[in-house]
C-alpha cells in the first residue's frame, strides 16, 4: 500500500514538473516567437535587420563628420565610435520586435559624469507612424535613469521633422545647432 502511494505521488510530482515545464516554454516561445516588445540585441536575429536599416536610412542615421563609421563594427563591439575605446562594450542595443521578427531599434550609452547619449533610433519604413520610434525612446530613457544619467543628449538633423517632433514630445529641448544638426537635451 505504502509503494504504490509513493509511486502514485511521484507520478503526480513528474505531471506537476512537466506542466510547469510546459507552461514556462509556452511563455517564452509566445514572448519571443509570437509577442511584441523591447528585447536586448541578438546578433543571430537582428543584427542583418539593423545593418539594412542603415543601408536604407544612412543619411538620416548618420552624421556626415562621421564618414569611417561602420555598422557592423558597432553592433560587433557594442562601440559608439570606433576611434574612442573608452566607448567599446558600453553601447546598449534594443530591438523592437513583432512576432520575432525586429521592426526598430535603438542605440544608447551612458556617458560621463551622469549624461547619458541615445546614439541611434531606427524604424522600419513600413512600421513607422505606430508608436515603435516612442516606445523604444522611452525604454532607453528609463534605462539611462536607471544607470544614474541625469541629463540625456541626442543629435539629430535640423530636417527630421518627425523625430524632432517626437524628442520635442518627449521633454527634449534644443540645446545647439549649426543649422545642419541639432543637439537635443533632457533631464533624466
Not at 536599416?53 to 558597432?74: Q, R
Not at 534594443?94 to 542605440?107: L, S, W
Not at 551612458?110 to 531606427?122: K, N, Q, R, S, V
Not at 541629463?151 to 535640423?158: A, E, G, M, Q, S
Request: aromatic share 16%; net charge positive; charged share 25%.
Amino acid at each position: 500500500m505504502e509503494i504504490v502511494q509513493k509511486t502514485s505521488f511521484m507520478k503526480k510530482l513528474i505531471i506537476g514538473l512537466a506542466l510547469i515545464c510546459g507552461v514556462g516554454v509556452g511563455g517564452w516561445y509566445y514572448q519571443t516567437q509570437v509577442g511584441e516588445g523591447i528585447y536586448e540585441y541578438s546578433s543571430s536575429s537582428d543584427k542583418q535587420f539593423i545593418v539594412n536599416l542603415f543601408k536604407e536610412n544612412w543619411y538620416w542615421l548618420i552624421h556626415d563628420y562621421s564618414k569611417n563609421f561602420s555598422t557592423e563594427f558597432m553592433l560587433d563591439n557594442r562601440a559608439a565610435s570606433q576611434t574612442d575605446s573608452r566607448t567599446f562594450g558600453i553601447l546598449n542595443i534594443k530591438a523592437y520586435r513583432i512576432k520575432g521578427e525586429p521592426v526598430g531599434f535603438i542605440a544608447y550609452y551612458p556617458g560621463a559624469l551622469y549624461e547619458g547619449w541615445i546614439l541611434f533610433l531606427g524604424v522600419d519604413k513600413k512600421f513607422r507612424s505606430r508608436g515603435y520610434a516612442r516606445k523604444l525612446m522611452q525604454y532607453a530613457i528609463d534605462d539611462l535613469k536607471k544607470k544614474g544619467c541625469r541629463i540625456i543628449r541626442l543629435n539629430t538633423r535640423t530636417d527630421n521633422t518627425a523625430g524632432r517632433k517626437l524628442y520635442e514630445s518627449l521633454g527634449f529641448k534644443q540645446d545647439w545647432t549649426d543649422g545642419a544638426y541639432v543637439i537635443y537635451v533632457r533631464e533624466a
